[in-house]
């Protein structure tokens, strides 16, 4: 979500006072520690009436506070402990007066566990106290045991708490959904829904086995709802970022649906862009149970012949990268992929496209262009393709990928195109034809410069691995191409020896 930096400070800034007057009262004197400023952790309450946004936020402060106590403690440090401890009796003591008052009547279940949790704090309290009066290091000791046991306790019954009353609120949204027709109430709901995903994994995971899978799909199976289409693809997207999430959208024949999105013509562009980030997030290779979405074999070439059109078409670079994504990671999830991409001619849509600075001006999407491409790469006919639409040329220009910004994101985006451009060469250098025109361009000094070169692959163990592999397989080809020295230390050698001599490297400025 896109907020303003100023805005988010303002609004932080309610996080940065006392909860209670008996917070500062139980834990003077105030300390003087050079870090003391920096342990205030603020309390402030959102909006009346908005129990969703109290517990996240009360969240958040009770979270950090548990973290920094045990910090503390760890360093022994007894009148930090204790003051953190009155004051997260505070905010816990606040979380849950405050939460009663704006929620429906709290089940039996929530009761015992905030009895439980103020027991806890309490507790915490008292004993952190006991510890200021005592001076023998033994005795100390075996306290801090205790203190240590009480904030695990103490930490489990809050997690719990507010799993229950975030659960709680979850149902209601989705019941919210399920019950309404009205067009301006589903559009908000869904919004909300959304808010949550990006809260992390857990919350995912609480939505997906509350109904919120079936409920948007719900969604997306009506024609009324048509214009909030992209906002609950998008939201199902970050949902199935968790197993959970996909296991829900098999068991309501999500993936048929996703194709009749990509498939209809009469949907927008934003519409099928957001259903094939749908597709990216449940084929993603980083998720084990992908695998096993038996219904997504059966739509495949349906959805695969979408997205090439999709990246065909794409209006914008997000667009382009969206189909792309969902299309590389199809190419993990089966190699009958990589088959149906040959006969759809999708190595030419793709080159063409680098050459497209409104579709493709970032690594990341040169990224998924050089996954289709390595993964396709295995195929014979793919290299006839790829001299064809001058692709050698293409991927030798991202062996010299470079990040603009700087930013890790972006210097991690460069090096897997660097990694998969030299794996891409290797692989399609089987055929000579690839292997001579490779070398025509001048692709092995290249090679050499990122071997040699710790800079230009940014220090990569990846990358160094895959460019000695790469000029390996043209040297075989072209032994000429290279100097005594280069084939003594990069080719001759195992390759274990050769990457222990360039990752031990330093470069020379003479």
Not at 142 to 152: F, I, W
Not at 159 to 167: H, K, S
Not at 178 to 196: K, P, R
Not at 472 to 481: F, I, K
Request: glycine share 4%; proline share 3%; with cysteine.
């Amino acid at each position: 979500m896109q907020v303003d930096s100023v805005q988010r400070w303002m609004e932080d800034l309610k996080l940065m006072t006392e909860c209670e007057c008996m917070c500062v009262l139980q834990a003077k004197p105030i300390s003087l520690e050079e870090d003391a400023q920096g342990d205030l952790i603020l309390a402030g309450g959102p909006g009346p009436g908005d129990p969703l946004q109290l517990l996240l936020k009360r969240g958040w402060v009770i979270s950090t506070e548990l973290r920094r106590i045990g910090q503390k403690l760890a360093q022994d440090r007894w009148a930090r402990v204790h003051s953190m401890s009155v004051r997260l009796t505070c905010h816990a003591r606040s979380m849950v007066s405050e939460y009663s008052a704006v929620s429906r009547n709290s089940s039996k279940e929530m009761g015992q566990i905030e009895k439980l949790l103020m027991e806890k704090c309490s507790e915490l309290s008292a004993v952190t106290e006991r510890c200021l009066q005592v001076e023998n290091e033994h005795v100390l000791k075996s306290m801090k045991a205790c203190v240590s046991e009480t904030l695990s306790m103490l930490g489990q019954h809050f997690g719990q708490l507010l799993e229950l009353a975030l659960t709680r609120e979850v149902q209601a949204l989705v019941r919210k959904i399920d019950a309404s027709d009205n067009i301006y109430t589903t559009e908000s709901t869904t919004g909300n829904l959304f808010s949550l995903t990006q809260e992390g994994a857990p919350l995912c995971r609480i939505i997906a086995k509350e109904g919120g899978v079936v409920a948007l799909f719900k969604i997306c199976r009506q024609d009324t709802f048509r214009c909030l289409y992209p906002q609950a693809l998008r939201t199902l997207a970050s949902i199935c970022c968790v197993e959970e999430g996909v296991h829900q959208l098999e068991k309501v024949d999500g993936v048929l649906c996703l194709a009749d999105i990509l498939t209809d013509d009469s949907h927008s562009e934003a519409t099928r862009a957001e259903a094939a980030a749908v597709v990216a997030q449940v084929t993603s290779p980083h998720l084990p149970v992908t695998q096993h979405l038996s219904s997504f074999m059966e739509s495949m070439e349906e959805i695969v012949t979408a997205l090439v059109k999709l990246c065909q078409e794409a209006s914008s670079g997000e667009v382009f990268l969206l189909a792309s994504a969902a299309l590389a990671n199809i190419t993990f999830f089966d190699t009958m992929a990589c088959e149906m991409l040959l006969q759809l001619n999708a190595i030419r849509v793709l080159l063409e496209a680098c050459s497209d600075k409104q579709r493709v001006d970032t690594p990341y999407t040169r990224d998924q262009i050089v996954t289709i491409l390595a993964n396709m790469s295995v195929l014979e006919q793919c290299a006839s393709d790829i001299i064809q639409e001058n692709g050698v040329q293409l991927i030798m220009g991202m062996l010299s990928e470079k990040p603009r910004s700087g930013t890790p994101a972006e210097v991690a985006a460069c090096e897997r195109v660097q990694q998969k451009a030299a794996v891409t060469l290797a692989r399609l250098s089987r055929d000579p034809d690839v292997a001579r025109e490779a070398v025509r361009l001048s692709c092995m000094s290249r090679l050499i410069k990122l071997c040699r070169s710790p800079s230009e692959r940014n220090s990569s163990d990846a990358v160094l691995v895959a460019c000695l592999a790469a000029l390996r397989r043209l040297a075989g080809v072209c032994p000429e191409g290279l100097q005594d020295s280069d084939f003594q230390q990069l080719v001759q050698p195992r390759l274990v020896d050769s990457f222990l001599l360039c990752s031990n490297m330093e470069e020379s400025f003479v």
